[in-house]
């Protein structure tokens, strides 16, 4: 376990201050990830069966008024649905923007090596160098797992409006 924690404090250090800031991101975008994969799972499952259950219990269903109430009521479980998935796709959008910036605070860091060497000193530089590239491949592996979880999530909640709204006919009269 101490070995584990000292090679992320090492990773850490090589990719400098701003690897700690896209950690951060991508575990807090993971665990809204996990708790919305975990409402669609369990609690949707049984919210969608109480809805149902209770437009079925209605006896009138083909009025305008029914029509108005099945609305609200696929809104409702829409809504539920789809919060979160917005901040989410947020948070995949930041973490390229945050690899960006490591990029940019590495290559100071590389140009600052070089005004004080006055050369182009491999070794020095290369401390430098690390701080650019790793920062801008966490961002980048944030945002690629993060983009296809999002997505699902996504598809995930019009799917299941559709299945609603199928599972709620109206009863038209002829």
């Known amino acids: 376990m101490i070995e584990i924690l000292e090679s992320i404090r090492d990773f850490t250090e090589t990719g400098g201050q701003v ?6 991101l991508i575990f807090v ?8 994969a975990m409402y669609v799972f369990v609690t949707h499952k049984q919210y969608k069966s109480a809805v149902i259950a209770k437009w079925q219990a209605r006896a009138e269903r083909s009025s305008w008024n029914s029509e ?4 609200a009521m ?11 998935v917005p901040i989410i ?14 990029t940019v605070t590495g290559m100071i860091e590389v140009f600052d ?29 944030g945002a690629l797992s993060g983009v296809f979880a999002s997505t699902w999530l996504a598809r995930t909640a019009k799917k299941e409006r559709a299945s609603l709204e199928d599972s709620l006919r109206l009863e038209r009269k002829h």
């Open 89 to 102: 796709q947020s948070l995949v959008a930041l973490c390229p923007l945050l690899g960006l910036m490591g």
């Open 68 to 71: 108005q109430i099945r609305q």
């Open 19 to 24: 690897l700690l800031i896209i950690g951060g």
């Open 113 to 141: 090596v070089m005004a004080i060497s006055g050369s182009g000193n491999a070794r020095s530089m290369a401390s430098g160098v690390s701080k650019a590239t790793i920062p801008t491949m966490a961002g980048m592996v």
């Open 29 to 36: 975008m993971w665990l809204m990830i996990l708790e919305r």
């Open 74 to 84: 696929i809104s409702r479980v829409s809504l539920k649905l789809s919060t979160g």
